[in-house]
């Protein structure tokens, strides 16, 4: 008797819009080693905060556009100019607090980069160097924060950072590949794993 193949089981928050699916299936919770991909989620995540995450991808583009390219070095050099072009921008939140974020976030960027190579290497040592693996089983005990995403949102918070709360810090930590939070019984949960297994990390010494 045939079939039909049966249908992919993903995150319960990815369920029920395509473009949450796409972004689900190839992106979330793989390892992060590219600098301008850490400053694009931190951007992206800072953005976020209080709206959904959808309303976020659906203008993903107009950020790309308006941020050049999520280019940290290009971004720390805007000046009061930038800021008021970008608050005419409709591909993009239009909130002058997180646009300025945005801005004083790529200075704190770079400035960290100057200190310790690239955000990359200062940033896989807070979890040992290798993905945390989450237990999540569902929407009833997805978590939030944990003490570790407050330490770094202190450490972040620390070096000038802002719209870095733990909240915002752990959705960062679970983007990035830092937690690999797919449910467990996800399709991608194993697929990660294997992921964070191939990854080179560049110290396995734990910051915290």
């Not at 800072?46 to 959904?52: D, I, N, R, V, Y």
């Not at 646009?99 to 704190?108: H, L, T, V």
């Not at 770094?152 to 918070?157: A, D, G, M, T, Y």
């Amino acid at each position: 008797m045939f079939r039909l193949p049966r249908a992919r089981r993903r995150c319960f928050w990815a369920e029920g819009d395509p473009l949450l699916a796409a972004y689900h299936d190839d992106e979330w919770g793989v390892p992060i080693r590219d600098d301008r991909r850490w400053y694009e989620k931190l951007l992206l995540d800072g953005a976020q905060a209080g709206l959904s995450w959808l309303t976020i991808l659906r203008k993903r583009e107009g950020y790309r556009a308006a941020f050049r390219g999520f280019d940290p070095a290009a971004i720390a050099r805007f000046s009061e100019r930038d800021v008021t072009r970008l608050m005419g921008d409709a591909g993009i939140v239009r909130n002058r607090l997180k646009i300025r974020s945005a801005i004083g976030n790529a200075r704190a960027f770079v400035a960290l980069q100057a200190e310790h190579g690239s955000f990359n290497a200062w940033i896989w040592p807070f979890v040992g160097g290798k993905p945390i693996r989450g237990n999540c089983r569902g929407r009833g005990d997805i978590l939030a924060r944990t003490p570790l995403s407050d330490a770094l949102s202190k450490e972040l918070r620390g070096r000038g950072f802002t719209f870095v709360g733990s909240t915002i810090v752990y959705a960062f930590m679970q983007a990035g590949g830092l937690v690999n939070d797919h449910t467990i019984g996800c399709f991608r949960r194993a697929e990660v794993v294997a992921l964070g297994r191939a990854f080179p990390a560049a110290s396995r010494k734990a910051r915290l």
